[in-house]
């Protein structure tokens, strides 16, 4: 399966909470009709993007997090 790496604006502009809501809503789509994927690729191609956006998201927080720990141990 071949999905752009690039993440399109409409993704990175969302927040974790946005784009949370978005992963469950098509994971919503997938719970009743999982054995049709064709009909479903292209959601499946952004659900892909919105897991990667959110990893993205959280390991910025987890860099600051651990930046301010850094700086109240000092």
């Known amino acids: 399966l071949m999905t752009s790496k690039i993440i399109s604006a409409d993704i990175k502009s969302k927040s974790i909470k946005e784009t949370k809501e978005e992963i469950n809503k098509i994971l ?13 690729f292209d959601d499946y191609a952004r659900l892909l993007l919105l897991n990667k956006h959110i990893d993205e998201l959280l390991k910025r927080k987890f860099k600051k997090i651990n930046s301010l720990k850094k700086n109240v141990k000092k």
């Not at 919503?28 to 479903?40: N, R």
């Open 28 to 40: 919503e789509k997938f719970e009743g009709d999982w054995v049709d994927l064709e009909k479903h």
